[in-house]
């Protein structure tokens, strides 16, 4: 069996390294001292899209002896305002294009449904969201970059909770979006926990669809509710 490859994601300094107040280059460095694989990247580490920019940051990632497997990018594609929508999946194709720029072929790119905004129905939450990830699956498929749909819980930047955070609506979507080559189910066991759902068993059900995972320690505290 192939040794699974481990990457690491530096959340204790998300709002540091977005807000500009540690440099990208500064954590890639101390990375290094890590024993894994890989960088995962987020979105909002980049000060610009440029494509020279985004070579700088592929060069200090791969001098440090690490791949970029993994762009989490938080696409809210259920946001009630047309426009919004149709902003969300622009950025989110462009996103996809940072992927491959800094991974290349197979990197996986996360999408997620988007807000669970207070007006939304159900079903229109389904709706907007399938959408929005099948509006993105050509480019992926163009460039070979997987599409990774998270059962998450919440973006550190957004106002609301996932859309499809809870199991039943995020196999619900799941059915919506047919088999592709270039897209699957990014599984965390820590979010469904949050969510109140069985990890196993959620995994039972989108094992096949499985293209990456993540692993924290997150856990509900004592006393807290997912209000």
Same mark, same amino acid.
């Given at each position: 069996?192939? &040794?699974?490859?481990?990457?690491?994601?530096?959340?204790?300094?998300?709002?540091?390294?977005?807000?500009?107040?540690?440099?990208?280059?500064?954590?890639?460095?101390?990375?290094?001292?890590?024993?894994?694989?890989?960088?995962?990247?987020?979105?909002?580490?980049?000060?610009?899209?440029?494509?020279?920019?985004?070579?700088?940051? @592929? +060069?200090?990632?791969?001098?440090?002896?690490?791949?970029?497997?993994?762009?989490?990018?938080?696409?809210?594609?259920?946001? %009630?305002? %047309?426009? &919004?929508? +149709?902003?969300?999946?622009?950025?989110?194709?462009?996103?996809? @294009?940072?992927?491959?720029?800094?991974?290349?072929?197979?990197?996986?790119?996360? *999408?997620?449904?988007?807000?669970?905004? %207070?007006?939304?129905?159900?079903?229109?939450?389904?709706?907007?969201?399938?959408?929005?990830?099948?509006?993105?699956?050509?480019?992926?498929?163009?460039?070979?970059?997987?599409?990774?749909?998270?059962?998450?819980?919440?973006?550190?930047?957004?106002?609301?909770?996932?859309?499809?955070?809870?199991?039943?609506?995020?196999?619900?979507?799941?059915? @919506?979006?047919?088999?592709?080559?270039?897209?699957?189910?990014?599984?965390?066991?820590?979010?469904?926990?949050?969510?109140?759902?069985?990890?196993?068993?959620?995994?039972?059900? *989108? +094992?096949?669809?499985? *293209?990456?995972?993540?692993?924290?320690?997150?856990?509900?505290?004592?006393?807290?509710?997912?209000?």
């Amino acid at each position: 069996a192939t &040794k699974p490859k481990i990457s690491a994601f530096p959340k204790c300094y998300l709002e540091e390294i977005s807000c500009q107040r540690m440099s990208l280059f500064d954590w890639i460095e101390q990375a290094r001292q890590l024993d894994c694989d890989g960088l995962e990247m987020y979105e909002g580490f980049f000060s610009n899209l440029e494509q020279s920019y985004l070579l700088e940051v @592929r +060069a200090a990632i791969n001098q440090a002896g690490f791949e970029m497997p993994m762009l989490c990018c938080s696409p809210d594609f259920t946001h %009630p305002e %047309p426009e &919004k929508r +149709a902003a969300a999946i622009e950025y989110q194709q462009k996103m996809i @294009r940072v992927a491959y720029t800094l991974g290349g072929e197979g990197t996986v790119c996360r *999408v997620l449904s988007g807000q669970s905004w %207070p007006q939304l129905s159900r079903e229109q939450g389904l709706e907007y969201a399938s959408h929005g990830i099948q509006s993105c699956l050509p480019l992926a498929s163009e460039l070979g970059v997987v599409l990774g749909l998270e059962n998450h819980y919440k973006d550190g930047f957004w106002l609301y909770a996932e859309f499809a955070q809870k199991q039943d609506v995020f196999l619900d979507l799941l059915s @919506r979006i047919p088999d592709s080559d270039f897209f699957g189910v990014q599984y965390d066991p820590s979010n469904a926990v949050v969510a109140g759902d069985d990890p196993v068993e959620l995994l039972r059900h *989108v +094992a096949p669809r499985v *293209v990456s995972m993540h692993a924290s320690d997150r856990y509900l505290a004592p006393g807290a509710t997912l209000e």
